[in-house]
């Protein structure tokens, strides 16, 4: 007897799952057969989308940079600062150049280098009562290049240090609250 309901109940899990992932409106679609058209060249990495949709934002004012607050634009972990993330994750895990920097951000807000009060300030990690800071390391020289991309205007915002070419580090500047 306890054998048959063990049996019965294994049977009606197995009929249930099955039917929940078939009818499962959330199941992942079948990927599609190749065709003669398709190739790896046509197909659109994730980090280009991500950089896509970035770059849709950029121009959006919101509110710490001359408009009105943008739930896209403005919140801590919003859409943009997301984008922004994941994009500078990427510049540094890769053997990034300012070449490729540039096709996925565009041109930068500003560049600073050195001489720029801004540019000694993240130069020399200091920091104030109103700004917290990621410091560079300490080997920038001042014939090097911040190229900086603003999250919510020069409230916060994203840089990259830029050597002769080459991206050697990246940080984040927040204003503190």
């Not at 294994?10 to 992942?28: D, E, G, I, K, M």
């Amino acid at each position: 007897m306890v054998q048959t309901a063990q049996r019965f109940f294994c049977l009606s899990f197995a009929l249930c799952l099955t039917v929940s992932c078939v009818a499962s409106p959330n199941a992942v679609p079948p990927t599609p057969a190749p065709t003669e058209t398709s190739s790896v060249e046509t197909a659109v990495s994730p980090i280009n989308q991500i950089a896509e949709a970035y770059l849709k934002l950029r121009p959006i004012k919101g509110q710490f940079n001359g408009g009105s607050w943008h739930d896209a634009v403005d919140p801590w972990m919003g859409e943009k600062h997301r984008h922004m993330l994941a994009l500078q994750q990427h510049i540094d895990n890769s053997d990034s150049h300012q070449e490729g920097l540039l096709s996925l951000l565009g041109e930068p807000d500003q560049t600073v280098t050195g001489g720029d009060p801004l540019f000694e300030q993240l130069a020399n990690g200091l920091t104030d009562e109103t700004a917290r800071l990621e410091p560079v390391e300490t080997a920038v020289s001042s014939q090097d290049e911040l190229l900086i991309y603003e999250w919510r205007g020069t409230h916060d915002f994203l840089y990259f240090v830029n050597r002769e070419g080459t991206i050697i580090h990246s940080g984040w500047w927040h204003a503190g609250e």
